[in-house]
């Protein structure tokens, strides 16, 4: 299947070796790396695109706990090595068939006078941007360590604009702030209102992937890449140098990593181009983590879907059964002793409604929450109320509602929120994916809403990271695919467990329904979360007026019916889901035929147009077939956006459907206006549309005879 060409050679055109300086470049030569040691000894790096400084000179190294020498300087080289690497291989999902994973690469080994303690530093250089991790060969004065900051900069040339979220090591459900980086100080405080937990950060941090524009027009994202066994990082930022550097999530007792060599670091990455597309194209997260790890993967498959959830979200229904606190609280174990309410959503008979819904318009699953007791109990008096994935309530037969999806062709999706109490959910593991593959299930949504159990754990401290990757390892070894809402931000691991097929880790459509979001929210996120892997986003919203479903809730969906069908081609996802209900659906249905029809697999990708926090216009050509979709996202202002359609096989005929924002259309004050038009179109087409505010469009396009 793959195929592999690894070329070690001393390429002399790319790389200069003087003293204890180095240089690389990356294979089309338009980047540039500069390593070397300061006179005490001190590692900097810097970098350069197109002959344009992206990062000054920056120091590389670590502050250890207990211990007086620390790895920031008195080093020497002790050894260099450089490679090519050029290798294209298929991921069982995603934007693009083939992926090429083309660099340079220079390792430095290091030693440390007197400790002689060894640390290399290995950079690849891509031709769009920089990976580099340190790595801690096994080794005799350096066994195990405890990392107490990690020391790795990142200097910018100015004070650039930046799209941000605060440095919270809980939760990353933010909206994105645009300021320049002179402004995070004075912004910060206003950009965490409104979110839960309030002591939890990195007072000058922001999170990654962060998205950066200079003033001469340079787009950089800095971000990381296989997070794994290492605590999340945030950036702070130094204001008057304008130096980030890197802060890694403490754990509760503040400390940062637990070390044992041999053991390397996540990449650390710089992407940058002149050009917003590039940032969106780049595979660089994915191509720093190991090849999939799973041998057999004809199980994972991506997933359309729909649920019982945005009833939920809303507060239409309930996720508990009762609105009595039973069996923590009252010592009842028995929930078919208490008086059920009358809106506990994951009943069997609306989850057979949901299912036949889901058969007749050809969804894959159906996502039911709220299906297990005790949600009454963590949402009522016990935050510490931990769940055991596998006790349904009196309402919801598992294995009637499974052999009633089987006979309509449907899968259902399971739920485990975990009440953030990791090590009783690895406790329930086994048993929980057992009892999923007994009734049914292929794929779970793992969510870790509150504070996590262990008190005093962060989301993305290195132990609760290991949490989320042995879920997914587990799962593996279950056949069972994961979406992980509130887990630690992704990283590119889906290359190597591709049964990772979703997380949420930002702020997703249920903040629509808490209020609302920016409406160029969706201009922001590919630029940022997702750097790192597809987000279970849910969009397909048609029903702005939140209150129209729950009266209490005065929410309002702040996008257009347009926008909300752009979504399944602009937020790559091989799992998307229809979050609106049936008979929001119903009221639209010629609107609903682009979610039906969209494709979630695919074979190529094209970024059209691209501007972060204004407008993303990407092209996507259906995996195994010769249809189309295309999808544009506008922010603020009202654009028309032209697209020349050359990406079409040359002499070939096919047919659009373009689904378009009404002109008088706009997110808040008349979101439900689209207009739908069929056109004949050729790779020789031009096409333009008005998106409006909070809007844009979403086309497909097949060919005919
Ligand atoms: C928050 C998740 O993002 C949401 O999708 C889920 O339904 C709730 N937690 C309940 O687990
Ligand atoms: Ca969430």
Known sequence: ?????????????????????????????????????????????????????VIKPSYLGFELKDDDTSLVNNFKISDTNTSTFDETWQPV??????????????????????TNRIMRIRFRLFDEGLGFRYEFPKQEHLVYFVIKDEKSQFAMTGDHTAF??????????????????????????????????????????????LMLKTDAGLYINLHEAALLNYPCMHLNLDEDTMVFESWLTPDVNGDKGYMQAPCNSPWRTIIASDDARDILKSKITLNLNEPCAIEDTSWITPVKYIGVWWEMITGKSSWSYTDELPAVQLGITDYSKVKPNDTHAANNTKVKRYIDFA???????????????????????????????????????????????????????????????????????????????????????????????????????????????????????YEVMVNAHEAVRPTGICRTYPNLIGNESARGTEFQAFGGSK?????????????????????????????????????????????????????????????????????????????????????????????????????????????????????????????????????????????ADAKDAHYKTNPQAYKIKTKKVTSRSKLSHLSVPGGGYAISIKEVN
């Open 1 to 53: 299947m793959k195929s592999l060409f690894i070329v070690h050679i001393i390429f002399l055109l790319s790389l200069y070796n003087y003293g204890n300086a180095q240089e690389l470049k990356s294979p089309n030569g338009e980047f540039e790396m500069k390593f070397s040691l300061e006179d005490d000894g001190r590692p900097t790096y810097q970098l350069s695109y197109k002959d344009q400084e």
């Open 359 to 477: 058969a007749k318009h050809g969804f894959d699953g159906v996502l039911v929450e709220g299906w297990n007791e005790g949600w009454e109990d963590w949402f009522g008096k016990s935050k510490d109320y931990v769940f055991d994935f596998v006790t349904p309530y009196p309402d919801f037969d598992v294995d009637e509602i499974h052999k009633y999806a089987k006979s309509k062709g449907v899968k259902m999706i399971m739920h485990h929120e975990t009440s953030g109490a990791t090590r009783n959910y690895e406790r329930h593991m086994e048993k929980a994916y057992q009892f999923m593959k007994d009734n049914g299930y292929d794929a779970v949504k793992s969510g870790y809403v509150g504070n996590i159990i262990p008190r005093g754990e962060h989301h993305y401290s290195q132990y609760i990271v290991n949490h989320y990757q042995y879920a997914i390892e587990k799962a593996a070894d």
């Open 164 to 209: 941000w979220i605060p440095g919270d090591y809980d939760t990353q459900e933010y909206d994105y702030t645009k300021s320049k980086l002179s402004e995070i100080n004075e912004k910060f405080d206003n950009a965490v209102t409104g979110n839960a937990s309030q002591e939890q950060f990195s007072k000058t941090g922001v999170q990654t992937a």
């Open 93 to 114: 999902w995603g934007e693009e068939k083939d992926i090429r994973n083309h660099y340079n690469e220079l390792a430095v080994t290091l030693k440390q006078n007197k």
């Open 519 to 659: 409406p160029n929210h969706v201009t922001v996120l590919p630029f940022t979360r997702l750097i790192g892997g597809p987000m279970d986003y849910t969009p397909g919203i048609f029903e702005m007026d939140i209150s129209k479903l729950n009266p209490d809730n005065n929410s309002h969906v702040n996008s257009t019916i347009a926008n909300q069908l752009a979504l399944y081609v602009t937020m790559y996802s091989p799992l998307q889901m229809a979050a609106d209900l049936p008979e929001h659906y119903e009221q639209f249905m010629d609107a609903f035929q682009f979610i039906k029809d969209v494709a979630i697999d695919w074979d190529k990708s094209i970024y059209l147009e691209a501007e972060p926090g204004a407008y993303i216009t990407v092209a996507r050509k259906e995996k195994g077939s010769n249809s189309w979709f295309v999808g544009n996202v506008n922010g603020t202002t009202p654009r028309t956006s032209t697209i020349k359609l050359d990406f079409l096989d040359e002499g070939k005929k096919y047919e659009a459907i373009i689904y």
